[in-house]
């Protein structure tokens, strides 16, 4: 899935672009300047077939002081390096700055794709943004209000039109190689796991969170098949002020995300699943991905507990009931070599391709076993359904109440296909589409 992010000063109006662009307030939008300290992420949809993850940033700024506005710097330049697309905004009631000009030429030099945007042409000052951007040497922008949502639809439509010219990464084809990533926050054994499981000192290991700054992509052949490995840098927590950095590691784990099979989301059993490992389960089953959890520094864990911090990590990702834990000390290497079978058992799940037939025999025993409910007076009723994707298993059914099936209904054909196809443990998607 392609990655676009928006980037600009501070107060230039990212935050209010991407609410309007995705639909939702999930970016906080005020008038102090870098007041958004998160970069936010959302699926936006340009059309069936085409959907991408918008970052918001907050902000391109080399004048403000303190390692927190430099931290914010950081992170505009990781959006920049990391992106598909760029949306570079301005304000054109303001006028142009060292930093827009340091921005532009920042952009031009990375070779990314990049659409200017000259936001508030809704006052009447705005009317200079042409003569504005002109001094940049733009002469391709949209003019938009995002405040008053105009010019939205534009801005969608060149996104799409820019991402049809774009390489796009097919990971249903690339099934040469195993891909995992391996998620956490900083300083809970993601080098020394992958160290272990590779069995060489590739990754730095440092007891000092956050050594991990670079993808380290590492091709390993095991038994006749090909695994590549990603050690992504680590998910901080989220109230520090001076652990901003870890703003960029969502952003870094998002592209992990789109393009692995398998992830595998380390936690440390003496902080137990915190808020920003929920987060990053939540990337994952957005993005359909198998993964499982493992919990680290078994070793140190007292006789006893494992139940308990079983049924802890279960009740806190109850969205998830049926999740694969296991637990593993990278240090002493106990459990690791768990972890080949378990990365396998996830991708044959995840690749599965379910003969039409079977397909079609496991939905008649689903629906007669518990029946559709009735829409409007008349019974839903389940046509026939076929595979249409895999990683994550998806599977469309064809329906005359395509628009009306119930969410706990949904669940239930979920659950009832994940158990009927032995593929407990991995998100699945079901389509329901009209009788043609």
Do not use: W
Request: aromatic letters at 6%.
């Amino acid at each position: 899935m392609p990655v676009v992010a928006i980037v600009g000063r501070p107060n230039v109006g990212k935050s209010t672009l991407f609410n309007g662009l995705v639909g939702q307030s999930r970016a906080i939008v005020g008038p102090e300047r870098g007041i958004t300290r998160d970069r936010i992420f959302g699926r936006l949809s340009l059309r069936e077939d085409c959907v991408v993850d918008l970052v918001d940033t907050g902000g391109f700024d080399t004048t403000g002081e303190g390692d927190f506005s430099q931290h914010m710097l950081e992170q505009t330049m990781m959006a920049i390096r990391e992106s598909d697309l760029l949306l570079c905004m301005f304000d054109v009631l303001s006028e142009i700055t060292p930093d827009d000009r340091e921005l532009v030429r920042i952009i031009r030099e990375s070779g990314v794709p990049v659409i200017h945007i000259a936001n508030k042409v809704d006052d009447p000052r705005g009317n200079l943004a042409s003569t504005m951007l002109y001094e940049l040497g733009i002469h391709d922008f949209i003019e938009i209000s995002a405040r008053k949502k105009k010019g939205l639809d534009e801005v969608r439509e060149r996104i799409l039109e820019l991402l049809q010219v774009l390489p796009q990464a097919d990971l249903e084809h690339q099934t040469d190689a195993v891909r995992v990533s391996i998620l956490g926050r900083p300083n809970v054994g993601k080098s020394q796991l992958l160290n272990r499981i590779i069995g060489e000192n590739r990754s730095i290991v440092s007891p000092v969170a956050g050594t991990t700054r670079d993808y380290i992509d590492i091709r390993v052949n095991r038994e006749g098949r090909d695994y590549v490995f990603v050690d992504t840098a680590g998910i901080r927590r989220k109230s520090r002020i001076q652990d901003a950095l870890e703003k960029e590691s969502v952003f870094r784990s998002l592209k992990n995300v789109n393009m692995s099979h398998v992830c595998l989301l380390l936690i440390d059993p003496f902080e137990g699943v915190t808020e920003q490992d929920k987060r990053i389960c939540s990337i994952m089953t957005e993005h359909g991905r198998a993964f499982a959890v493992v919990v680290n520094k078994s070793d140190l864990i007292e006789a006893g507990r494992r139940t308990e911090l079983r049924e802890a990590i279960l009740y806190s990702l109850k969205f998830f009931p049926d999740v694969k834990i296991v637990f593993i000390s990278a240090l002493t290497g106990k459990n690791v070599g768990r972890m080949y079978p378990l990365i396998n058992e996830l991708f044959t799940k995840t690749t599965i391709q379910v003969p039409t037939g079977q397909l079609n025999r496991i939905l008649t025993d689903i629906s007669g076993s518990y029946a559709p409910p009735v829409v409007k007076g008349r019974q839903v009723k389940f046509f026939y359904a076929n595979q249409v994707g895999i990683a994550p298993p998806e599977f469309r059914i064809v329906t005359n109440f395509p628009d009306s099936i119930q969410q706990s209904y949904h669940r239930y054909l979920i659950r009832s296909f994940k158990k009927a196809l032995s593929i407990e443990g991995i998100p699945i998607k079901l389509r329901f589409v009209p009788k043609s």
